[in-house]
């Protein structure tokens, strides 16, 4: 069953653009964490999105949150994703796709990995969920929103 609005968000170790491993549960207590998931690399849609998350970094942050992308491209495809868009954020490598499967993300017209965003918060709870493969700066806007949510309550 999918991951839903309300669900302790699954803990997971995955490797990062430096190599390095990360886990979800490095984050709980300290931040929330815009999980976001994306298809493929340096395509046209994953690049827009990837870019829009890196021009709002700082209001992410400022608003006490970590992003983290994930695709299944390699570390190393990660690595030169990043330095090539000035990407300041985590990227993790879900070779296998287990990741994607456990948070249960669709796929698109059945082909392409799906892009969903996940909002989880400081305590682990998952608070928001958005899901569109074509409304790149609605998964910025989103996040935001629920940010902002989660400082005002």
Do not use: W
């Not at 190599?19 to 300290?30: A, C, R, V, W, Y």
């Not at 400022?62 to 570390?75: F, L, Q, R, Y």
């Not at 330095?83 to 499967?101: E, T, V, Y």
């Not at 409304?135 to 929103?145: A, T, V, W």
């Amino acid at each position: 069953m999918p991951v839903q609005v309300g669900d302790t968000a699954p803990d997971f170790t995955l490797t990062s653009q430096s190599g390095e491993p990360i886990s979800l549960k490095d984050f709980i207590g300290k931040k929330n964490v815009v999980l976001y998931f994306y298809p493929k690399d340096d395509t046209p849609g994953c690049t827009a999105e990837a870019c829009a998350f890196r021009d709002s970094y700082q209001v992410f942050t400022d608003a006490g949150a970590e992003v983290i992308g994930v695709s299944d491209d390699s570390s190393t495809s990660h690595l030169q994703f990043a330095a090539k868009h000035r990407l300041p954020f985590i990227l993790l490598s879900d070779k296998g796709k287990q990741l994607r499967k456990l948070y249960g993300v669709p796929s698109t017209l059945g082909l392409l990995p799906g892009r969903v965003t996940y909002v989880i918060d400081k305590s682990g709870v998952v608070r928001h969920i958005f899901n569109s493969q074509l409304n790149f700066k609605g998964h910025i806007e989103e996040s935001l929103k629920t940010l902002r949510e989660l400082q005002e309550a």
